[in-house]
């Protein structure tokens, strides 16, 4: 009879998905997967000590709790990025091998970009808020009475003038960053009818055929774009990478879009740029510090737009999650290299 592994899953999984391996795994649930709260380092250390798979997503996976757990052999970390979660170094030191979900919610990502993108232009939660806060339902303007269908008025005071958005077509959408999110955001934006431009020194165009994108540098990439968005990881090379410089080489009638990391951008300036008109709007899903400090002066902004880190946050995310880790441990199970593995040097080259 197959030994049955010791397994502590507090990622939130849709456990359908283990069907295969269910059989092989005698599993325990706990953490968010829970109550939505994040097991402290002691407990999780404390429950890692007989444990032989470890499926997690928001906790920590240090060396401490590496060395401690003599027994473990495999972690799942339900992240793209796996490096801010887990010491690799030190799993694989152990022997341990590390499997991550990179991708899962790229196209959630991509889609939430294309939503800030048509809000900006349009002024949707802009005069969403203005109605709910009944600003705006008192509004008389100088429709004519016989003209029953603009009720909003027609003066340039009106709604109809003072929030006309911006086509989409025939624009220039510049992506910062051309991985997996980057490409889905031009996939969607190319639909619309925008020409696509990407800064990415890692990207070889001629390699890749597929996108019809041009490359540029980044200054050109900012001097011709009507919309930036970025897409890239965030490095000690793309720290702050949009800064006062950057965002003096942008049209006064662009736009910046940023659902990547927050620190790509120094908001000091960003705030500069808004205020003085020297760019038209921005919209943040990312902040350099969340929850936003209530004294933050992105607050007092009238032209962004900030969401609360939610672009990779939808139904089927936990789905695709839910998938691919399950394969990647019918991988490991069956004596396999993982698909997506973080340490493939444990496995000999073949």
Request: charged share 30%.
């Amino acid at each position: 009879m197959t030994k049955m592994l010791e397994t502590l899953i507090t990622a939130d999984l849709d456990l359908s998905f283990f069907k295969k391996v269910q059989h092989r795994l005698k599993i325990e649930i706990d953490g968010y997967a829970v109550d939505r709260r994040v097991l402290s380092p002691e407990k999780l250390r404390r429950k890692c000590r007989n444990i032989e798979i470890l499926i997690s997503e928001y906790e920590t996976i240090d060396r401490i709790l590496i060395e401690e757990s003599q027994k473990l052999q495999f972690i799942g970390c339900c992240r793209g990025g796996v490096g801010t979660a887990v010491d690799i170094e030190a799993a694989t030191e152990r022997g341990i091998v590390v499997t991550y979900t990179p991708g899962r919610n790229s196209n959630a990502v991509a889609d939430f970009t294309i939503g800030l993108l048509l809000d900006l232009t349009r002024n949707i939660t802009k005069t969403d808020n203005l109605i709910k806060s009944r600003e705006m339902t008192s509004y008389k303007g100088s429709a004519p009475s016989f003209y029953k269908d603009t009720i909003w008025g027609l003066d340039e005071n009106s709604p109809l003038v003072r929030y006309r958005g911006t086509s989409l077509k025939g624009k220039n959408l510049g992506i910062i960053g051309f991985g997996r999110i980057g490409k889905l955001v031009a996939e969607k934006a190319k639909v619309l009818g925008l020409q696509i431009l990407v800064f990415d020194p890692y990207y070889d165009e001629q390699a890749d055929k597929y996108y019809d994108v041009k490359t540029e540098s980044l200054e050109i990439l900012l001097k011709k774009s009507d919309f930036v968005s970025l897409s890239c990881k965030l490095t000690e090379e793309t720290r702050g990478i949009i800064s006062r410089k950057e965002l003096s080489l942008m049209k006064s009638t662009s736009y910046l879009i940023n659902t990547a990391r927050g620190a790509l951008i120094n908001e000091e300036d960003l705030c500069r740029a808004l205020s003085s008109k020297k760019i038209a709007g921005a919209a943040l899903d990312v902040v350099q510090v969340e929850p936003i400090p209530p004294d933050s002066p992105l607050l007092d902004i009238d032209n962004i737009i900030l969401t609360p880190h939610i672009a990779g946050s939808s139904e089927e995310v936990k789905r695709v999650t839910s998938e691919m880790m399950a394969r990647n441990i019918e991988e490991f199970l069956a004596g396999k290299v993982p698909e997506n593995i973080a340490n493939p040097k444990l496995y000999p080259a073949s």
